[in-house]
């Protein structure tokens, strides 16, 4: 999100006649971009405010700004604690950057931006595009959430539902495929529930289908995906699709049904795994990839175990995994939290241990194996490599031409990382 977020910002501001620089000795405007799933994000977001502060005193015309989720909770807050911030602007707010920026040019004002605004205002505020000649690019199709999970900040700071014509979706699509993207991947904080308020609209299942169709589109993948509002439609698509990749992000956090209810996940550990087994029947070859948290609040040790047994029985090639933090304004905030930091950074650790031995086995497998590898870019490995992904979103470092970024290349893996693979171009 907060790439697509940021990409719109350069094209707000480039009417200004700002353009991209690489450090911020070099800007006269310098923005941060934040997200705050985590509490560690807003001491973050203020330890890089204070890294800013030397080259501020030195330069007191230079403009920092701070935008995204952790500006949207914060607000004037922000402002009232770095006295030389200039602007802060929420979630909804990104159109008001140019004259939040002119404001402090001009008449070395500050400001914050961080009221919610109506759907159809919403709607009508995406910007372009900015043209990047990249093989992969994101598009949002939805913004906000309706689901107000008990530990998730995400409805407070980005607001509620709102779904993008699908018209306008394909579009984007096509105009980006025009410019040489051959990679599209549709973005939402719960892309499952695409236009369900919106009657006439078509569905998500539907708008894959229409995007699919795009000549010239390679690869096609979606983020993020709610269980309970993965229909069997949804899932058939990963057989019938050729440009859905293999690959899906399922959180499911939990595997005991009593913390699953006091998540407000709206789905049980059965119904995660039934649509787990329909994805596979659909598409063997599919890999998934999923969150966790740990030590949400009245986790017992057989909650914890439940979850380690749906692991064993899934299978994740790889999983982002969390401690619970509190996150103001979310219902779990309240709840009583009686265990251990000893114990839950226990269960934190045997869950990394698990995944750990389960990724090794499934990315050890693709040893000697021949894939299609979508080349991105130069690779960080040195000069004369270059690095590409599988359709199971695997990066593989390989040797080859700078030539071949954009193509799809058959590669042979070599060796197995914990986050690559090394290969030869067949």
């Not at 030389?84 to 950057?97: A, E, K, P, Q």
């Not at 595009?129 to 093989?135: C, D, K, L």
């Not at 550990?269 to 039934?274: G, W």
């Not at 609040?297 to 999983?319: N, R």
């Amino acid at each position: 999100m907060n790439i697509v977020d940021s990409e719109q910002i350069v094209v707000l501001l480039s009417g200004l006649g700002y353009s991209q620089v690489d450090s911020a000795e070099q800007a006269d405007l310098v923005l941060l971009n934040t997200c705050s799933v985590r509490d560690r994000a807003e001491r973050k977001v203020y330890g890089h405010l204070g890294r800013f502060k030397p080259i501020k005193d030195k330069r007191p015309e230079l403009i920092i700004g701070v935008g995204g989720c952790v500006a949207q909770q914060e607000g004037e807050k922000m402002l009232e604690k770095v006295p030389y911030l200039n602007l802060v602007f929420g979630t909804h707010n990104i159109n008001s950057l140019p004259d939040l920026v002119q404001q402090a040019e001009q008449q070395h004002l500050r400001g914050c931006e961080t009221d919610f605004l109506d759907r159809e205002t919403r709607l009508n505020l995406f910007p372009e595009r900015s043209f990047q000649e990249t093989v992969s690019r994101f598009v949002t199709v939805m913004q906000g959430c309706d689901n107000f999970c008990s530990y998730c900040i995400v409805p407070h700071v980005r607001g509620r539902e709102i779904s993008r014509p699908s018209l306008e979706v394909v579009a984007e699509v096509q105009k980006l495929v025009s410019e040489g993207t051959k990679e599209i991947t549709l973005l939402g904080q719960n892309v499952n529930s695409y236009s369900l308020k919106d009657k006439g609209e078509a569905s998500f299942p539907q708008l894959l289908h229409q995007v699919n169709k795009i000549e010239g589109l390679h690869r096609l993948r979606f983020a993020t995906s709610h269980p309970k509002d993965m229909t069997d439609e949804l899932i058939e698509c990963f057989g019938s699709l050729d440009a859905l990749c293999h690959h899906i992000h399922l959180p499911f956090q939990s595997g005991s049904d009593r913390i699953l209810k006091l998540m407000n996940r709206g789905y049980t550990r059965d119904d995660y795994l039934s649509k787990v087994e329909k994805l596979r029947k659909s598409c063997p070859q599919i890999r998934l990839t999923t969150d966790i948290i740990v030590g949400f609040p009245g986790e017992k040790e057989e909650d914890f175990q439940a979850t380690l047994d749906l692991m064993k029985e899934v299978g994740f090639a790889d999983a982002f995994t969390f401690l619970y933090s509190p996150r103001v304004e979310t219902a779990a905030a309240k709840m009583a939290d009686k265990d251990s930091a000893l114990v839950k950074q226990d269960r934190f650790d045997r869950l990394l241990e698990l995944q750990h031995q389960t990724s090794s086995v499934i990315w050890n497998s693709d040893l000697g194996d021949i894939q299609s590898v979508l080349v991105e870019g130069k690779s960080k490995r040195g000069e004369g490599d270059v690095f590409g992904r599988t359709t199971w979103n695997r990066i593989v470092n390989f040797s080859g031409s700078i030539q071949l970024v954009g193509k799809v290349v058959p590669v042979k893996i070599t060796d197995v990382f914990r986050n690559a693979h090394l290969g030869e171009l067949v």
